[in-house]
């Protein structure tokens, strides 16, 4: 299984980012993916999800900013990240539980700053 993120960078508060996460060595499109982040000095959270079927879910935070999709074609997920906050600023990593085991990509860092 290797995860690969990408699309972090430097932003404005209010500004958008679209972060991707191209997957290998799993049947992507009929796994649960998640987005998680870890700010400096915290524990790493779950941002959100997307099941097979393409039910979504939301921490409460990025709720109406955020979406999360993915190309079960391109073995892409993605997470468009609207309305950026100071607060959004973290490493971002990709994630799937396959077979009982977790496997993160190698993080895309995201500063939201002026």
């Known amino acids: 299984v290797q995860l690969q993120a990408s699309g972090g960078g430097l932003v404005q508060p209010g500004g958008s980012l679209r972060l991707s996460c191209s997957a290998s060595?799993?049947?992507?499109?009929?796994?649960?993916m998640t987005w998680y982040r870890q700010a400096p000095g915290n524990q790493r959270e779950l941002v959100a999800f997307?099941?097979?079927?393409?039910?979504?879910n939301y921490t409460d935070d990025v709720k109406g900013r955020f979406t999360i999709s993915r190309d079960n074609v391109r073995r892409t997920l993605y997470l468009q990240m609207n309305a950026l906050k100071p607060d959004d600023t973290a490493v971002y990593y990709c994630?799937?539980?396959?077979?009982?085991?977790?496997?993160w990509g190698q993080g895309t860092e995201v500063t939201v700053s002026s």
């Open positions: 060595g799993f049947n992507f499109k009929l796994n649960t």
């Open positions: 994630n799937i539980n396959y077979r009982s085991r977790n496997y």
């Open positions: 997307i099941t097979s079927a393409g039910t979504t």
